[in-house]
């Protein structure tokens, strides 16, 4: 059983957002959807719990365009910005050391466009926390129909059998089910985190946070609480 999930990108997502990955056999990020202002692809999970989130600036187009089109805006220092806020909130952590020189990679590369930095920012999270699931963006795929159309697209492309979702989106038949079913395509809700337990007081917080405390055991703190 090969499982596959198409998540929106996100900058420095949560923990949540990896505890989901850790279920997949393929992710697929959906940059093709329209960009939103404020959305979780412009705006991180908060550092810290009394901590503000980080954005990234882009440049704003009279058009609606998707998130794979959306450029950073280079005059902005944002990228100091952010790797300050970072070494200001975790210097003292058990493994700053670890982590920040290869951020600061991440930052001094510049890189203009959106898509393209939470790709490999994401990419370089999942690496860190042994996470050996295919990252793809929507992007370059097939992208047009209905979500049952691009799902069924995407697990053929990927050779996948199971498709995994947030719990409310099959609560509320935003994906029909049935019409997956015709297609070999299982589609469930993503094993939820387990209760009273560091994983889920931590879930909405940024991995970077999960990180820089628990260093290269953070991966497998996640996966071992995974039934499956």
Request: a neutral charge; proline letters at 4%; hydrophobic letters at 40%.
């Amino acid at each position: 059983m090969k499982a596959l999930a198409a998540v929106m990108p996100a900058l420095w997502p949560s923990l949540h957002f990896f505890w989901n990955a850790s279920q997949c056999d393929t992710i697929v990020l959906t940059d093709h959807f329209q960009y939103t202002k404020r959305s979780a692809a412009t705006t991180s999970a908060p550092l810290q719990v009394s901590q503000s989130a980080l954005r990234i600036p882009v440049k704003h187009l009279k058009t609606a365009a998707p998130v794979s089109e959306k450029v950073i805006d280079a005059n902005s220092l944002w990228h100091k910005k952010h790797m300050h806020t970072i070494r200001h909130l975790f210097h003292n952590t058990p493994y700053a050391y670890y982590y920040l020189p290869t951020l600061e990679e991440l930052f001094n590369q510049k890189e203009t466009s959106l898509s393209d930095f939470l790709l490999n920012t994401t990419r370089q999270l999942m690496t860190w926390l042994g996470i050996k699931a295919n990252l793809v963006r929507s992007s370059e795929l097939f992208h047009t129909g209905s979500h049952e159309t691009l799902l069924h697209n995407w697990c053929e492309t990927f050779g996948c059998d199971t498709c995994l979702t947030e719990a409310d989106i099959l609560n509320k038949q935003f994906i029909n089910r049935d019409v997956l079913k015709k297609a070999e395509i299982l589609c469930r809700a993503f094993e939820p985190l387990p209760e009273y337990h560091i994983l889920h007081s931590n879930r909405n917080l940024s991995i970077l946070s999960f990180l820089m405390d628990y260093g290269p055991e953070a991966g497998y703190i996640i996966r071992q609480y995974l039934s499956s």
